[in-house]
């Protein structure tokens, strides 16, 4: 078989994989009582099945490090393997916690155990061992981040299939047609799930879903960086409206004495649903500026990589200005709105 038909098979297998597993996670979920219910810190209005993340992971699973393996510009055993057997540590440690919560420091010492094996693979012989720390804070941050960033139907689905397709193309531009296809197969499984988890949703992702997808972003995100650290910026740029919520975000709940890891509701997006917008509405937000700002600061940063850096940490400070004035409108909707049902 040819290695283009090789690669059209597994994006293929891996989208048709996704959308029979999630088929039968909404029955396990509804079987097992596995339920969101509305709560104070929640944006869903219904009671709504979660862990449909597990068709992700198993498409990904299933189609992706073979992938790697045995495609162009082929990636070692060991790199590969620390790949798929970190991303079933972290779906192991979500799906437990969908099914029985996790306290959170098993949760997060199992997290960096998994960051440091994919990492340790990662730079063994090809990079200074000064990077280990550095890679392990940014995965373990990147599972967390995208867990913070899933509250409202079809949101973290439409990021990861962006950054995806985004970091597939990329991986083509620097010659490495395995990693791109690898890439390719998540942002198939990726969009499998969102056909159930688009608003109004079937299903929601689950921590097995978000924390691993976290994972699996960072891990192709640091891919790229080995094979042309240059390549870092753009896919960084790529993240921008994610990133930049969750850590002001965090940041600024650090800085009221509150407990960043604990459930609330203050992110952007969950603004944007408080002031009266529909999910459909809050997701067409962060579409906006994906296709708007960041995906063409993205190609400007790999089309001009001298400047990548610069360019990046422009992005970064477009978006907090925006994440500032997202808030400011949002309060000023929903206090007008106040104002109009007082009188």
């Not at 088929?23 to 869903?44: E, F, T």
């Not at 960051?115 to 730079?123: E, Y």
Request: hydrophobic content about 55%; glycine content about 10%; aromatic content about 12%.
């Amino acid at each position: 078989m040819s290695p283009f038909m090789l690669a059209i098979r597994m994006v293929l297998a891996s989208l048709l994989v996704a959308l029979f597993v999630v088929r039968g996670a909404i029955a396990y979920a509804h079987r097992r009582g596995m339920l969101d219910h509305p709560g104070q810190r929640r944006s869903h209005t219904i009671p709504t099945p979660r862990g449909g993340g597990i068709g992700i992971i198993i498409a990904v699973l299933l189609t992706a490090p073979w992938c790697l393996w045995l495609l162009p510009a082929a990636w070692s055993i060991a790199v590969t393997s620390a790949f798929a057997l970190g991303t079933l540590m972290v779906a192991a440690i979500g799906w437990w916690d969908d099914h029985h919560s996790l306290p959170v420091l098993p949760r997060l010492g199992g997290q960096l155990t998994a960051c440091a094996l994919f990492a340790c693979a990662l730079v063994a012989g090809v990079a200074s061992w000064l990077w280990l720390p550095l890679l392990v804070l940014g995965g373990a941050w990147s599972i967390n981040l995208h867990n913070f960033m899933d509250g409202i139907d079809g949101l973290l689905a439409q990021q990861a299939l962006f950054v995806a397709v985004g970091l597939a193309l990329l991986a083509m531009g620097g010659g490495q047609p395995a990693l791109a296809v690898s890439i390719a197969c998540l942002a198939a499984a990726t969009l499998g799930f969102w056909y159930y988890n688009r608003p109004r949703a079937a299903i929601f992702m689950g921590d097995v879903g978000s924390g691993t997808l976290g994972f699996l972003l960072f891990a192709f995100i640091a891919m790229l960086w080995r094979v042309d650290w240059r390549l870092l910026w753009p896919a960084l740029i790529l993240s921008s409206s994610f990133v930049t919520d969750a850590s002001l975000t965090l940041f600024s709940r650090f800085l009221k004495g509150r407990r960043w890891y604990t459930p609330h509701r203050e992110h952007v997006y969950q603004w944007l649903v408080r002031s009266g917008m529909s999910h459909a509405q809050g997701g067409a937000c962060y579409l906006a500026w994906n296709l708007l700002i960041a995906a063409p600061l993205a190609w400007l940063s790999w089309f001009c990589p001298g400047w990548g850096w610069t360019i990046c940490v422009v992005t970064y400070l477009i978006a907090s200005a925006a994440w500032m004035l997202a808030k400011r409108y949002c309060r000023w909707r929903i206090q007008h709105k106040a104002i109009h049902v007082a009188t």
